[in-house]
């Protein structure tokens, strides 16, 4: 068999290589470049959270592009591996405003080889949020079960970025079940509604921004009302009217009225009629269907009263009642809660108000001043029939767990204090700040600190090549030898295709803040706080920082000139872009890392990560 010379080998795949990138930039030149959005459903809509590529028919030069979105949107670019990569995608921090549209423009899109580049634009429409399309009871029904289940279809799957929310007017205690699998919502009460009651049914509807890295909310849009349905509950077969109803009837009416679905025979009726608890009063009738009973006195407060009569009673047609007949009503008595918003909810608005709504009219005076909220927050309160707001004056404060509770003693309509203590609780949204640096991976196997310092700059506006970075990194050739090494206090330790530890290393923060000042201003700090890189990153500054990953370990050695390196196997680099709640107290930091992506760390993750490298980073101003 006849052997080729190595020589001739590695000219071959040279020549090869290059008669490749020869024929994609011809292809650039000549044929323009094509780009297909892919992402979109078949309306040419995007779902809510989803994520937009922007493949292009040929590689592009990376470095020239410059995609932008309007109106702007929080959210990260990421290429796709490889560098002859065709596709840029758009992933939000956590939704797609609904039926907005977005603007999508890329600049410098070119051949991977060309200085220059055009600009491509497109429109991505976002999908209207799921809405209530059919109810199982219809509008002004008559003949809905006391205990009958109503469904509710939507036009959409359920979603967890759209929370709905169910009442009924006047209150009744519901169970809500949600159906993924028929995109519907069951609302079924926890007791037999008041038969002959009428009610509406309210569903209101928030969009909730899910943070696509850690899959928490971390804010609420305002709710909004999207459906009403009234229907009244069926009455028994000989009653269709019964005065008065509800759980909250005033001590002071003294009237009960039932009016029957025929005229009937009296003396059957009265036969076997009976009001407990008893009463001093007298029943009369004031027609043939009307039976009324009269007081004579107020009624007692917080008293449950029931009118029943058997089954048998007969109408002027001598036609008897088939079921027992069985209506009631409750008087008012201590002031009680009967719904509070938003209540054990995170990701609240600064500006929501809360809302307090009682079962009677209470006492303003009394509530106010049996009102408090922690931690103490400066707000003004204002009455709306029986529902109190409270509007924080200078709004809540991030990210904190406020706590608001009202007193018992505090007064009803009729002078009747609550019996007992309220709690509302709610966690604010979180403030985030994101700068706008696009995630991009590194090029060569241990050319992390060279990637990271490349995100950092372009978050600057300054665009260089990882190549670029190195030629004023430097690199030093020392061989490793048991216990020996180069100094990455200096230049780049081994090779930068190596592996980790054994034939390559990296390089500290001194060499590349020293490459990162022939572009803009940088400095290395050491031993900074997590508040501090926070004040930075609030400011603007982009933070290189050092790290490990994988199983690391310690992994000491001295140099030829006598320093000794405290390195650790695994050693790695990290760009930090973004922190959540307060400069003083960040919750967690969001990180574009060379290899594993885009990263939400908590603070406690990112301490414990970077103080192996001694807080060590470089700030790019």
């Known amino acids: 068999m006849r052997r080729h010379h190595p020589k001739i080998l590695v000219g071959l795949i040279v020549l090869g290589f ?18 297909i959005v892919s992402g979109l459903a078949s309306d040419n809509r995007v779902g809510l959270q989803e994520a937009v590529t922007v493949r292009f028919s040929l590689p592009v030069n990376r470095r020239l592009i410059v995609p932008k979105i309007v109106p702007t949107i929080e959210g990260s670019w990421r290429w796709s591996d490889g560098r002859f990569a065709r596709e840029l995608t758009f992933q939000p921090e956590t939704v797609w405003l609904p039926e907005q549209q977005y603007t999508i423009s890329v600049d410098g899109v070119g051949p991977i080889l060309s200085s220059a580049g055009s600009v491509v634009q497109f429109a991505v429409n976002v999908r209207e949020l799921p809405t209530i399309v059919a109810a199982s009871v219809s509008e002004n029904a008559t003949d809905v079960e006391p205990d009958g289940t109503i469904q509710l279809s939507l036009d959409q799957s359920l979603s967890n970025v759209v929370d709905f929310s169910f009442r009924l007017e006047p209150a009744a205690d519901v169970v809500i079940e949600a159906d993924p699998v028929n995109s519907q919502y069951r609302i079924r009460p926890v007791r037999p509604l008041i038969a002959g009651q009428s009610y509406r049914l309210i569903a209101e509807r928030e969009l909730v921004h899910i943070a696509a890295a850690s899959q928490t909310a971390v804010k609420r849009e305002p709710k909004e009302k999207i459906f009403e349905r009234s229907f009244t509950v069926t009455t028994p077969p000989a009653v269709i009217r019964f005065d008065p109803s509800g759980e909250a009837v005033a001590p002071t009416n003294r009237t009960i009225v039932l009016e029957f679905s025929a005229a009937m025979d009296q003396a059957s009726v009265d036969a076997v009629l009976e009001l407990t608890p008893r009463l001093a009063g007298s029943w009369r009738w004031e027609n043939a269907k009307v039976l009324v009973f009269e007081a004579q006195g107020e009624l007692p407060f917080d008293t449950d009263f029931s009118v029943t009569i058997p089954a048998g009673v007969k109408d002027l047609t001598g036609t008897p009642t088939t079921e027992a007949i069985k209506v009631g009503f409750r008087t008012v008595g201590a002031l009680r809660v009967v719904g509070a918003t938003p209540n054990k909810k995170s990701g609240i608005s600064r500006t929501s108000p809360v809302t307090v709504t009682f079962d009677q009219q209470p006492d303003q005076a009394s509530v106010t001043d049996a009102l408090s909220v922690q931690p103490p927050t400066a707000y003004a309160v204002s009455w709306q029939e029986k529902s109190l707001k409270i509007q924080p004056t200078n709004g809540w404060a991030y990210n904190t767990k406020y706590t608001i509770a009202l007193r018992r003693g505090a007064l009803g309509q009729y002078g009747v204090p609550s019996r007992s203590e309220t709690i509302v609780t709610f966690t604010t949204e979180e403030k985030v700040v994101l ?35 190195m030629a004023r990194v430097g690199y ?63 400011a603007g500054n982009p933070i290189v920082i050092w790290g490990v990953q994988g199983a690391a370990y310690a992994d000491p050695w001295v140099t030829p000139a006598g320093r000794t390196i405290n390195a650790w196997k695994g050693e790695h680099a990290r760009t930090l872009i973004g922190f959540r709640g307060s400069v003083d107290n960040p919750t967690s930091f969001i990180i574009n890392d060379p290899i594993a992506g ?22 790019v101003e």
């Open 18 to 35: 290059t008669a490749l990138v020869t024929l994609i930039y011809i292809a650039g030149r000549y044929a323009p470049i094509q780009t």
């Open 435 to 469: 700068l706008n640096i696009a995630w991009d991976r590194q090029d060569r196997a241990l050319s992390c600190e060279a990637a990271a310092l490349k995100m950092a700059l372009a978050g600057k506006g300054v665009r260089v090549s990882e190549d670029d970075i």
């Open 476 to 538: 030093d050739p020392t061989p490793r030898t048991p216990g020996g090494w180069g100094d990455p206090d200096v230049a780049f330790v081994g090779e930068i295709n190596g592996a980790q530890n054994t034939t390559g290393y990296g390089v500290h923060w001194d060499p590349i803040a020293r490459a990162a000042s022939a572009w803009r201003p940088a400095r290395v700090v050491s031993g900074i706080s997590l508040q501090e890189a926070a004040r930075q990153l609030e």
């Open 598 to 619: 885009r990263l939400t760390w908590s603070a406690a993750k990112l301490r414990s990560d970077w103080s192996k490298f001694g807080f060590h980073g470089v700030v």
